[in-house]
């Protein structure tokens, strides 16, 4: 009998063709007399103000680098020019306070009176800009004097983008707009403006563009140019310029900073210059010291790996291909000394920076590596007392880390987009480590600037549909229609930042796109419970051609529990008839899903992620899941010889499940091996320090190919360290952890466990030590939250609680300190 999958006409579901957005600009903020402006005049020479771009991107070979004879064919394009505007101004009274607030695309940095204001760096975020722009407030109270000068910078960024993939990309010349409100201690106010009054001179930056680098000529420094005293009569008024969207809202996303010095580790001599070692593959830019000749142009190029002679950079896994040149750094030297100097517009993913131009042999501590990112928070932490599983742990925190840039980006380097499925297979990860409430907030509100932009996916029998997102959430390089897997992340990041941080208001503002994407799911891309499309279970050891997981299943699996977070969201939204609504579909795709895909005799979804994704979606009937655990481990063991074979959705969950149904033998066995392919293959045979986009067998090879080193996608599984070793996890009936489970796993091998966890309640621990075979579990429940204890592995006669014994093995606990003990 065929299974129809009940479908209902809602009223949400025929919302208009393009999403409305609400004016967010603050009220008490008075822009009808500030300006757009900018300043278009080019006059950089053409040497420094172009640069070589390959003219075509022809498909990528992961096994070889070496550019084909069209990509070495390059065509010179130029940036539009960085500007400097400035504007003097007279105060007679007074100050009680004042508030700088400014939009500046794509990047801008605020000086005053000769100094930058604050220490945000790649500002603001970047977002959809037809849709709307961000603008920052400044408090500058104690910066303003009887006689002032404004001065603004301006670079592409984001905004002015025409240099990689296509010069489509582009949404114009640098432009800003400010308001500076000004309250006197006397009660009068006064307003300086954006406006035709400025001035505007070229900046010594004569080539910035965020993926290819920045050219700074310091002999082209002008001194004092934000001072009052400056002289500016021989500079050009600004020019007015077309506002890019009439929708200004304040950047609630936490800045970008600089906050973490990199000291290199190493300097070795190159085949042309020198070549600086990291120590790490990190996401930022490289500041030197140097003193050197006017006009000696200092090159820096950045790479992620060497070439086999240690003597060159392998730029290939940058994206040199598909962007279209290495990521290049070109500062030229006016010649008076010791300068230090440091990029402004621009960011790179490397390790290793092989700089040339240097006229004496350099040092050590000529050079910083300085991480840069989105500067939230840090709220989790886990150590045990194994260096290795230590070393995972790590690696997935500095690919995080690398990839918070004012959205979760793929990777630092090669595409630095917002993709869809990777946010979803990394939210949990993320948000048990970092504070991303207002980036999930931002991730969401981002993806509506991109619903019903994109033509229908070529590999998909599904049409295009006005209610449906990009498989990129933000910006014109949507790379089509969100495919079904891809698109699931439209529900399942506001569902997890709800879970993680109590936030319903994500789940408010998204319920209309959100419920626009599952009728577009109902209506034209299920069939009787069934999805049959996707990208699937990405990047595999070995690359996707070694997926041996059908798109379907996994597509399936995703929808089915975006109909179950819908369900329950719509339950938070007193929306009760459209929950049982959701909660009907669920139940007959969990039907059909299993009428397909589950071989009821060898208690198998056919593989590896087939199981383990199942299982960890709750598609599997109660009276199977151990079984198919069971076989899970089989196929694991057996089967597989005792390797994973999971792509990215069934890697996030494999270790949880395992160590749930009682095989973290397997679990210690996958986290101890290190060879091909395993995790320890990554980072202590090949000394990797971020996950790579797959892990190949590079062994057989005398270079890594092109794909991404960089990619947080892969650190999903770190999950497990807070979920499973520490035990602790969310309760989705009690957001934010007011109530949650703790359920560890103790895993055999390791001598003791220690994970934190901030949650909106406060911190919560977990620390247990294993002596002789006795657990001795120490845990801490802030004041307001409420855990519920799960111990299915033991029996409540080894348990005690504070030195007494417990009537059974699942007990609550309010807040405190508490010590239990297992034998």
């Known amino acids: 009998m065929k299974l129809k999958l ?48 390959m003219r075509n991107q022809p498909p990528m070979n992961i096994n070889t680098w070496e550019p084909t004879e069209a990509e070495l064919k390059m065509t010179p394009r130029k940036t539009h020019p960085s500007v400097l505007l400035r504007k003097a101004f007279t105060l007679e009274k007074d100050i009680a306070s004042a508030e700088v607030v400014i939009c500046g695309l794509g990047l801008y940095e605020l ?137 200004l809202i304040e950047q609630e996303l936490e800045p970008m900073r600089k906050v973490r010095k990199v000291n290199p580790t190493a300097i070795l001599q190159a085949e042309k210059g020198w070549i600086i070692d990291l120590g790490q593959n990190m996401t930022g830019w490289l500041q030197i010291n140097v003193e050197e000749k006017e006009g000696t142009a200092i090159k820096m190029r950045f790479s992620e790996h060497l070439m086999p002679d240690k003597r ?96 979760l980006s793929d990777c630092p380097h090669r595409e ?40 229908a996916h070529f590999k998909d029998p599904f049409p295009y549909d006005s209610r449906a997102p990009a498989n990129i959430s933000v910006g014109k390089r949507m790379c089509l229609q969100a495919r079904p897997d891809w698109g699931a992340a439209t529900v399942m990041i506001p569902w997890f930042s709800y879970v993680y941080y109590g936030d319903k208001k994500i789940v408010e503002d998204a319920w209309n796109m959100m419920e626009g994407w599952m009728g577009y799911l109902d209506e034209k891309v ?23 997981t059908a798109p379907a299943l996994t597509s399936t699996a995703l929808y089915y529990q975006t109909l179950v977070a819908m369900k329950k969201i719509a339950v938070i939204l007193d929306k009760e008839s459209l929950a049982k609504t959701y909660d009907q579909k669920a139940i007959l795709v969990k039907n059909a899903f299993n009428a397909k895909f589950l071989n009821k005799e060898t208690n198998s979804y056919g593989s590896q992620t087939g199981n383990v994704f199942a299982l960890y979606s709750g598609l599997v009937p109660k009276k199977k899941s151990q079984l198919v655990a069971d076989n899970l481990a089989q196929l694991i063991m057996e089967k597989n010889k005792g390797y994973y074979t999971t792509g990215i959705f069934g890697h996030r969950p494999l270790y949880t499940v395992l160590n749930d149904f009682g095989h973290s033998n397997i679990t210690k066995h996958l986290w101890k091996i290190t060879d091909f392919p395993s995790l320890g293959f990554v980072t202590q045979t090949h000394g990797l320090t971020t ?27 770190a999950a497990s360290f807070h979920e499973s070793l520490g035990g602790i996890r969310p309760n989705e009936n009690h957001p934010g952890f007011q109530k949650f489970y703790l359920k560890p796993t103790f895993l055999e091998g390791l001598e003791w466990c220690e994970v934190s966890h901030k949650s909106p309640q406060g911190e919560i621990k977990s620390y247990w030590k294993n002596d002789k075979g006795t657990i001795a579990w120490s845990i801490t429940i802030p004041e307001n939250a409420t855990a519920l204890v799960q111990l299915p592995m033991y029996t409540s006669k080894q348990i005690k609680l504070n030195k007494k014994r417990v009537k059974e093995n699942s007990f609550e606990l309010t807040s405190g300190e508490y010590v239990i003990k297992i034998k």
């Open 111 to 247: 000086h005053l009176n000769g100094k930058k204001v604050g220490d945000r760096v790649l500002d603001p975020a970047q977002t959809s800009y037809e849709k709307q722009a961000f603008f920052v407030r400044h408090n500058v109270t104690s910066l303003l004097k009887k006689n002032n000068s404004l001065g603004v910078m301006l670079g592409n960024g984001f905004y002015g983008q025409n240099m990689a993939f296509s010069p489509g990309l582009s949404y114009g010349k640098p432009r800003a707009i400010m308001v500076l409100d000004i309250a006197f201690q006397d009660g009068t106010t006064k307003q300086v403006v954006t406006d035709e009054s400025w001035k505007a001179h070229s900046s010594p930056i004569l080539f910035d563009n965020v993926y290819h680098g920045e050219t700074y000529d310091a002999r082209k420094e002008i001194k004092n140019w934000s001072n009052y005293s400056y002289n500016d009569t021989s500079w050009d008024a600004v020019e007015l310029m077309k506002a890019p969207t009439t929708n």
């Open 526 to 548: 299920q069939e009787e419970g069934i999805i049959n499309g996707g990208f699937g279970d990405w990047c595999p050891p070995g690359g996707n051609p070694n997926m041996d």
């Open 691 to 717: 996950w790579p986009e797959h892990i190949a067998n590079w062994n057989k090879q005398e270079r890594y190919h092109r794909n991404s080193f960089n990619h947080p996608m892969n650190s999903g599984f």
């Open 312 to 407: 060159n950079i392998d730029p290939a896994s940058t994206g040199i291909h598909v962007v279209g040149n290495t990521q290049t750094d070109i500062y030229i030297c006016k010649g008076d000394g010791e300068e230090t100097w440091e990029p402004r517009f621009t960011y790179h993913g490397f390790r290793y920076v092989q700089i040339e131009g240097l006229t004496k042999n350099p040092s050590l501590n000529q050079f910083a590596g300085w991480l840069v990112r989105t500067d939230v928070e840090r709220i989790g932490s886990f150590e045990c007392s194994n260096e290795q599983i230590n070393k995972f742990y790590e690696v997935s925190m500095w690919t995080i880390e690398d990839n918070l840039q004012g959205l």
């Open 6 to 53: 009940l479908l209902i006409a809602l009223p949400f579901l025929v919302l208009q063709t393009e999403m409305v957005f609400s004016q967010s600009t603050d009220e008490n903020i008075n822009w009808d007399k500030a300006k757009w402006i900018g300043y278009t005049k080019d006059s950089r020479p053409e040497k420094w103000s172009a640069r070589g771009v």
């Open 416 to 455: 630095r987009c917002a993709w869809m499925g990777d946010a979803y297979v990394v939210a949990e990860a993320a948000s048990y480590n970092f504070d991303l409430k207002r980036l999930w907030q931002k991730t969401s509100n981002d993806t509506k600037t991109v619903v019903g932009k994109s033509k």
